[in-house]
C-alpha cells in the first residue's frame, strides 16, 4: 500500500515559483511510475509531469521548459519545480503513483495524495 502525502502549495504571482512535495510512504519503489496531476475549477484533471519507463520524464505541453519532476529517494520524496508561474497554472495539484504506466498515462493511477492548492494571482 502506498501512501502519498503533498505540500508546497501556496499564493504566489505570475512569474513567481513555487516547489511542491509528495513524501512516498512507507518509501519510493522504482516499481512504481509517479507523476503530478492538476485540476483546475471547472475543468477536468490533468497530468502535468510524470517519470516513465527508463526513468524518462514526460511534460504537458503547457509547463514544459518551466516545470521540473525531480525524486529523492533518500527523503522518500517527489518534488514538483514550478517556475515562471502563469494565472492558468491555478489549480489543486496531486501526486499520483501505480506500477502500470499505462494507467499513469490513462490519468487512472491506484494512489493519489489528497492534493495542494497552488494559485496564481496579482
Known amino acids: 500500500q502506498v501512501q502519498l502525502s503533498e505540500s508546497g502549495g501556496g499564493s504566489v504571482q505570475p512569474g513567481g515559483s513555487l516547489r511542491l512535495s509528495c513524501i512516498v510512504s512507507?518509501?519510493?519503489?522504482?516499481?512504481?511510475?509517479m507523476a503530478w496531476f492538476r485540476q483546475a475549477p471547472g475543468k477536468e484533471r490533468e497530468a502535468v509531469a510524470a517519470?516513465?519507463?527508463?526513468?524518462?520524464?514526460s511534460y504537458a505541453d503547457s509547463v514544459k521548459g518551466r516545470f521540473t519532476i525531480s525524486k529523492d529517494n533518500t527523503k522518500n520524496t517527489v518534488y514538483l519545480q514550478m517556475n515562471n508561474l502563469k494565472f492558468e497554472d491555478t489549480a489543486v495539484y496531486f501526486c499520483?503513483?501505480?506500477?502500470?504506466?499505462?494507467?499513469?498515462?490513462?490519468?487512472?493511477?491506484?494512489?493519489w495524495g489528497q492534493g495542494t492548492q497552488v494559485t496564481v494571482s496579482s
Open positions: 517519470f516513465e519507463r527508463g526513468g524518462s520524464r
Open positions: 512507507p518509501y519510493i519503489d522504482d516499481n512504481y511510475f
Open positions: 499520483a503513483a501505480d506500477r502500470e504506466v499505462w494507467k499513469v498515462v490513462q490519468g487512472i493511477p491506484d494512489y
